[in-house]
């Protein structure tokens, strides 16, 4: 009897050791927020993976990036258009039902885009994902035709190419009335200061687009011959030498979506972040220029967006 009192009496004291126990955690979790995550995730296959925690899931690259590089609220560019469009128009440089009926089976021009082509645009111009290829266009007109040393003294006139008009840029400009080299360097629709004129043909020398290898010093192809456009314009406003570049790569990366994405996610692999690189950087050579897109890809898989254009209208 006296064992089985003692049993009983240590039974006793571990309830009530085990009840206190209970309490005390009732209690803890009552007061205290807790979260259990796991420290491994196991995956189809069986193997374990470790769970990242506190970072996004989200292994898409697109959305990864795309906020830095391509923000869909645009960017506003310190260009005064006003009735550049229209100037165009008059001369010849555009012909307006060549222009709009590209875009009739693409639902045509917004209200904003008509008025760039045929109204006058107050306020700066903003970029964005979806007038970017009106927006090339039109720059592209106005980089063609638009008086500037650099197409009438620059690579262009090389006479080992032929002559100026057999280039991408020239000979596939076919929204004009009459041939493109009718217009080719003869509108002054903005004048440049020398000292302006310096600053564009020094910022052309080093912007390059993936799908040429030359700058926009030789604007052989739409893109260049756009860039050239937008860089004058820049000029014309003011804007310093390092704003033209980060303007002109956020013009670049609305122009070639998946190129860009895709230079963020190798910067990324690279310990990198897109706001770590100046502008001119990943505008050079190494980065924007064909070759050097090419060797970025043999490192990195391609991000795919959908988007982009190619060298014509």
């Known amino acids: 009897m006296k064992h089985l009192s003692q049993y009983i009496k240590n039974v006793s004291y571990r309830y009530v050791a085990l009840g206190a126990l209970f309490s005390v955690a009732f209690l803890f979790f009552l007061i205290f927020e807790v979260r259990i995550v796991p420290r491994f995730k196991i995956a189809r296959t069986g193997e374990p993976t470790v769970a990242h925690v506190g970072t996004s899931t989200n292994t898409d690259p697109v959305s990864g990036y795309a ?9 506003v560019l310190p260009v005064s258009w ?3 469009g229209k100037k165009m128009i008059a001369s010849g ?14 639902g045509g021009l917004t209200p904003d885009e008509n008025t760039m082509l045929v109204g006058t645009l107050d306020g700066p111009l903003r970029i964005t994902p979806e007038n970017s290829g009106v927006l090339l266009n039109l720059l592209w007109a106005f980089g063609l035709a638009n008086k500037n040393p650099i197409l009438e003294q620059g ?14 840029s020239t000979g596939g400009w076919s929204l004009s009335v ?4 009718d217009h080719y360097s003869m509108h002054t629709f903005v004048t440049l200061t020398d000292e302006e004129q310096a600053l564009v043909e020094k910022v052309s020398k080093g912007i390059y687009r993936p799908c040429c ?15 050239l456009g937008l860089l004058e314009l820049l000029a014309a406003q003011g804007v310093h030498e390092a704003d033209m570049y980060r303007y002109a790569l956020s013009v ?26 100046s502008p001119q950087e990943i505008l050079g050579y190494n980065f924007s220029s064909s070759a050097g897109y090419q060797n970025i890809l043999s490192q990195v898989e391609p991000v795919s967006s959908g988007k982009g254009g190619g060298c014509g209208v």
């Open 213 to 227: 290898g030359n700058s926009v010093y030789f604007p052989d192809c739409n893109h260049g011959m756009a860039m």
């Open 67 to 75: 906020a830095e590089v391509l923000p869909e609220e645009g960017v």
């Open 252 to 277: 670049n990366a609305y122009w070639f979506p998946e190129t860009y994405l895709t230079i963020a996610k190798y910067l990324d692999s690279q310990g990198l972040a897109w706001s770590d690189m």
């Open 178 to 181: 009459g041939d493109s080299m």
């Open 82 to 84: 006003g009735d550049l």
């Open 155 to 168: 690579p262009m006139q090389d006479p080992q190419y032929g002559g100026a008009g057999k280039f991408a």
């Open 93 to 106: 440089v555009i012909d307006q039902k060549a222009f709009e009926s590209i875009y009739q089976n693409r």
